[in-house]
């Protein structure tokens, strides 16, 4: 059975770089890797997406060793405005599973 | 931009009643998702349509049931509600899923239900 996990609760401060942990099964190489920021009373919102290495957009970067059983979203230089809910989402072929969520507390 | 719309920010029904939660989205996208979102059990999948009437079952799919009769529109049933389906509910939508790629999804602003 397909499993991800997260941790419960990460807290940082203003001007650091977050890097939060989804653990998986083994995945192909061509299963993806998603992972979402959901802010309270609203839906979750992509953030980034991968299938391998380091990939890399306006907002995060996503790391996926080699062995492939685990992924970490990279947050450079967070500000308050990044307290939120992070999900990782894994698509094993037909298999989708959200780990259960880690809540990041950006601290002044 | 896509929009996901859910008919109802939050609703309150008794246990028995058949409840009906509408989701709309504006893109033209062949996949829509019903979710339901527990405190520390993230996202887990009710069920998922990738056509117009077409639906596949999640991992929970006991006491609901869901109908795509046209391409924007997803509806998610309570045949009979009952206290233990009190949970917000989110709707999704995506474009299909190839071999090569997989969408993002994006999602509603979530429906909280409460089943008295």
Same mark, same amino acid.
């Given at each position: 059975l397909a499993k991800t996990t997260q941790p419960i609760s990460m807290d940082s401060y203003e001007g650091q770089e977050v890097n939060i942990t989804c653990s998986h099964n083994n995945i192909a190489t061509n299963d993806y890797i998603t992972w979402y920021q959901q802010f309270p009373s609203q839906g979750p919102r992509f953030i980034i997406q991968g299938y391998k290495t380091k990939v890399t957009n306006e907002v995060a970067s996503l790391f996926i060793p080699a062995d492939r059983k685990s992924s970490t979203l990279s947050l450079p230089?967070? *500000?308050? *405005?990044?307290t939120a809910v992070y999900y990782c989402l894994v698509v094993w072929n037909n298999d989708m599973r959200f780990g259960a969520g880690t809540r990041l507390t950006v601290k002044p | 931009d896509v929009k996901v719309t859910q008919s109802s920010r939050y609703l309150v029904k008794r246990t028995g009643e058949k409840v009906f939660l509408e989701c709309v989205q504006d893109?033209?996208?062949?996949n829509m998702f019903w979710y339901r979102q527990d405190p520390g059990l993230g996202l887990r999948l009710i069920y998922f349509s990738y056509d117009v009437k077409m639906k596949e079952k999640g991992d929970i799919p006991e006491g609901y049931s869901v109908s795509r009769e046209k391409k924007e529109r997803f509806s998610l049933i309570l045949e009979s509600a009952s206290t233990n389906q009190t949970s917000m509910y989110l709707c999704a939508s995506s474009t299909l899923w190839t071999d090569d790629s997989n969408q993002p999804q994006h999602f509603g602003d979530g429906t909280r239900l409460s089943i008295l």
């Open positions: 230089r967070v *500000s308050l *405005s990044d | 893109m033209d996208h062949e």
